[in-house]
């Protein structure tokens, strides 16, 4: 084995100019988190955590990071918080005046072109890493990955995030096609929380939502409410 | 922007590799990936053992430097062994962590390297000792370690009980494994396996065809 020490700069915090200003005033804000989307056959389960950080200070702890985009089609939100609600407005306005002039239901694939279409454009400027969701009459439900660069891809299943590392395993073990949406309902749930208790930058409560061609169903699962995983620690 | 990337990213130096040790009912299973790469683009070594042997019933994966860690487990098994001489027994499993932590720790300015310590002895049994960077010494039941490791604490922490048996244990360590290796570039190749009990050491390869595949596009 060659000498493959990957050396990443320890980030040195040196309280250096203003010590009047607190260090979290200071800091970006971000969503740095943990989202997921799951295809199941007639719809979408999208699943996000609730914590906003600026540095160490968690500025909002019941994040809604599932922003509707159009009535049938959701986009789950990771990286700069600025940076996904500007594009996430953006897209909604290009969306909603593309399906006036259509005269029906935008596709998700739509959405998911106007997300990367943006996020591409700016990628040296912006930091966002993007799941589109939704159901539309063509395709039924759709999970489409746009993550930091400007990329697109089709998934049946994706998380996203920095939370997200941490599950990778565990969706690869636990994903199988042709689940029920209660299934994807758990998965999604089990997930998370896997992800909240080791992630720093994730917490707070699980919110969920579901959506098909009947509407879209939301949910909350509070902190004390999570699925109970064995703890190995 | 390169600062913004993924923060798992940045946690410190660690081996393109993945390793991970974990107890079950009567013994402990250690394990690692076979790949060593320079710099993320080339695959150096494809069937290299991390799995290396202390003393009879007591093995080591190594973290960090390659060089800091053969250097330092080098050291190790003189001490230990001339340790298990003046005792006129087998040396203890927390024996070895603790040489292991001592030259970590004195060296702490010099060194980067991390270990995950496993073996039987008669005192306690099956244990598992983790030596970080630093040289904190702490023992836990599972541990992973490596690149790869990030990926699969989610499925170790849903997966894992104490209680397993022999060959659930395995599968659990080779899933694991499988699962690092098919999302951690820098880890690949075979999994190297060693369950330790009472009756000694056995050592289990798993050719990379025959590792479990999840959902493999």
């Known amino acids: 084995m060659a000498a493959v020490a990957s050396m990443f700069p320890m980030q040195q915090r040196v309280s250096a100019q203003n010590d009047l200003i607190p260090e979290w005033m200071r800091e970006e804000v971000s969503t740095g988190t943990t989202i997921m989307a799951v295809e199941y056959d007639g719809g979408v389960v999208i699943g996000a955590d609730s914590r906003t950080t600026t540095g160490a200070y968690i500025a909002n702890r019941v994040t809604d990071k599932l922003t509707p985009i159009h009535e049938r089609i959701f986009c789950c939100r990771s990286g700069s918080a600025a940076d996904t609600q500007a594009i996430a407005e953006v897209v909604a306005y290009q969306l909603g005046f593309h399906s006036i002039e259509l005269d029906e239901p935008p596709l998700v694939e739509t959405a998911a072109h106007l997300f990367k279409a943006s996020c591409y454009r700016y990628r040296e400027e912006l930091t966002a890493g993007i799941l589109v969701a939704g159901w539309d009459r063509r395709r039924g439900g759709q999970v489409y990955c746009v993550p930091i660069g400007g990329m697109l891809v089709r998934q049946p299943v994706s998380v996203g995030g920095s939370g997200s590392t941490y599950i990778y395993g565990f969706m690869d073990s636990n994903y199988k096609p042709n689940m029920t949406k209660e299934q994807c309902l758990e998965l999604t749930a089990s997930a998370l929380t896997l992800a909240m208790e080791r992630d720093g930058s994730s917490g707070g409560v699980v919110r969920l939502a579901s959506i098909s061609e009947s509407g879209v169903e939301r949910r909350v699962i509070l902190g004390n409410q999570l699925p109970k995983i064995v703890s190995t620690h | ?217």
């Open chain 2, 1 to 217: 922007m390169e600062g913004r990337c993924l923060d798992a990213q940045i946690k410190g130096v660690s081996t393109g590799t993945t390793i991970l040790a974990a107890t079950f009912d009567g013994g402990v299973v250690i394990g690692s990936d076979s790949r060593a790469s320079i710099g993320g683009e080339y695959v150096s070594s494809k069937t290299i053992n991390k799995v290396i042997q202390v003393h009879d019933q007591i093995f080591c994966c190594m973290a960090g430097s390659l060089a800091d860690a053969q250097a330092v487990l080098k050291a190790a098994k003189f001490h230990l062994s001339f340790h298990s001489v003046q005792m006129e027994s087998q040396p203890q499993v927390i024996a070895a962590a603790s040489v292991l932590k001592d030259l970590c720790y004195k060296n702490k300015d010099e060194l980067q390297a991390g270990f995950i310590t496993a073996g039987w002895d008669r005192k306690k049994g099956p244990q598992i000792y983790v030596v970080s960077l630093g040289g904190m010494l702490i023992s836990q039941q599972v541990t992973i370690g490596g690149s790869g490791s990030t990926y699969i604490y989610g499925y170790v922490d849903a997966k894992y009980r104490p209680d397993m048996s022999r060959e659930e244990c395995l599968q659990f360590a080779t899933n694991a494994l499988a699962l690092a290796m098919g999302r951690d570039n820098v880890s690949g190749g075979v999994a190297h396996l060693v369950v330790i009990t009472e009756s000694g050491a056995e050592h289990v390869v798993v050719p990379g065809n025959k590792l479990p595949k999840f959902n493999d596009e």
